[in-house]
């Protein structure tokens, strides 16, 4: 069982609603990470927090809004989205620095479906 | 980031091992080789990672050329339960808060088991 929950499991939200995605953990992992996965394609990294600032934006347009409250949760703010934003939206949660055998191991939580009509 | 090449798919039958391919020719000295897979409506998940010496844990092992430019992702048994997309990464493990050391998924290889 994965230890990064993640709600909604589902969403369905119109071009002007105001969603967010949330995000938890409570390994004390320091990083924390958005990805996005569209059908049959591999999860693109959208957005990184290290030690709850954002270290990463991978070019994402500004109606994803990321926050990152504290060291446990991190959230997606979707306003003004498009039907071409409807993906697979996964999270993700990592210690910092090196760990066992110099690896670093990103656990994924089950992600959340958002559909855009 | 170095790019990892994978076949798009293979097929298996149930309780026999698979060997899964991945070349890497640009692999740097920094980076560390890790396998992750992705079974249906699931989020991804770790599989194993090394850098030089094949490497075993309890879900499958890691052979890694000894120059280093090419792995293989061995289960040695495979499951229906097996049946996933298996990413082949590599990641180098260097100060957080840049580019480098941020999982950057390839296109994966699709594996079917067969019962």
């Known amino acids: 069982d994965t230890e990064v929950t993640q709600t909604p499991k589902h969403l369905v939200m119109g071009m002007t609603n105001k969603k967010s995605l949330k995000c938890e953990q409570h390994?004390?992992?320091?990083?924390m990470y958005w990805y996005k996965q569209k059908a049959k394609k591999p999860p693109e990294l959208m957005f990184v927090?290290?030690?709850?600032?954002?270290?990463i934006n991978e070019s994402v347009p500004s109606r994803f809004s990321p926050e990152c409250p504290n060291s446990s949760l991190l959230n997606l703010h979707l306003h003004a989205l498009q039907p071409e934003d409807s993906a697979l939206y996964l999270c993700?949660?990592?210690?910092?620095?090196?760990?066992?055998?110099?690896?670093?191991?990103?656990?994924f939580g089950e992600g959340s479906w958002l559909t855009v009509v | 980031d170095a790019k990892t090449t994978q076949p798009n798919s293979m097929e298996s039958n149930e309780e026999e091992p698979v060997h899964l391919p991945c070349n890497h020719s640009?692999?740097?000295?920094?980076?560390?080789i890790h396998w992750y897979r992705q079974l249906p409506s699931q989020g991804p998940e770790y599989v194993i990672h090394?850098?030089?010496s094949n490497v075993n844990n309890r879900m499958a092992s890691l052979a890694i050329a000894e120059d280093r430019k090419s792995s293989t992702l061995i289960l040695h048994r495979a499951t229906l339960r097996d049946a996933a997309v298996y990413y082949c990464?590599?990641?180098?493990?260097?100060?957080?808060?840049?580019?480098?050391?941020?999982?950057?998924f390839g296109k994966g290889t699709k594996l079917s088991v067969k019962p």
């Open positions: 990464i590599l990641r180098a493990i260097m100060n957080y808060g840049g580019s480098q050391g941020n999982l950057i």
């Open positions: 390994m004390g992992h320091r990083a």
């Open positions: 640009t692999i740097s000295g920094t980076d560390y």
């Open positions: 993700a949660s990592s210690r910092i620095g090196r760990g066992p055998r110099g690896g670093n191991t990103i656990y």
């Open positions: 927090y290290s030690y709850e600032k954002l270290s």
């Open positions: 090394g850098l030089t």
